[in-house]
């Protein structure tokens, strides 16, 4: 019984305190965080960048709660079957984080988005371009897609674990033409050194 009322007091504390938690977190892990870089942002963001373990979710959720949470729902697209464990756990803990689950098997993801999304406002959608953990030699178009047909900016999200930095780089409109745009996307890449630099495509030549 005692264990019960314990576990319910923790997740009171998790609901009700969660930006302070998340917040200590990142500081718990050295993270510096550049502050100045989340002031003035729009209503409606796409956030991208690098994807090369779990972890990056982790700490990706942690910005979420500890500065976007209070005026923004997130969108996190999470394959079929890590969705089917987490999306029950953060219905409970936060009705504003949606997880959308994503199966490489199927098309028209992108289509689903743009017709969920189109009328919405106040909301970030965090989207890995590499679209998995493991090596791949190209980035996928979907926020590039997503960024024209809904008329929102992009942010690139740099987390460096060598530094133990966080900064958001500042939103912009994507590029017309998309060659262009993974240049782009590359420049910005290269900048922040990942957790397992050797399965980005951008920092493979790097190590931490």
Sequence with gaps: ?????????????????????????????GFKIDLDSFKDLPSKLILIGNHTSIYDFFISTAIYFSYFHQDYTN????KDSFEFYTSPLFHYIDKKLKIIS?????????????????????????????????????????????????????????????????????????????DLEKKIYEKEAKKYLPLFPEKCLFTKDKSI
């Design 75 to 78: 969108y996190v697209l999470m």
């Design 1 to 29: 019984m005692k264990f019960i009322l314990y576990l319910l007091f923790f997740i009171y504390l998790l609901i009700e305190f969660k930006n302070y938690i998340f917040r200590s977190l990142l500081y718990v892990l």
């Design 102 to 178: 994503v199966n490489k098997n199927k098309k028209g993801l992108t289509h689903q988005l743009v017709e969920e999304l189109k009328f919405k406002d106040n909301y970030i959608l965090f989207i890995a371009p590499e679209g998995t953990r493991k090596y791949t030699d190209s980035i996928k178009s979907g926020y590039w897609v997503l960024s024209k047909e809904l008329n929102v900016d992009v942010s690139f999200v740099g987390i460096d674990f060598q530094k133990k930095t966080l900064t958001l780089e500042k939103p912009r409109k994507v590029n017309f033409n998309w």
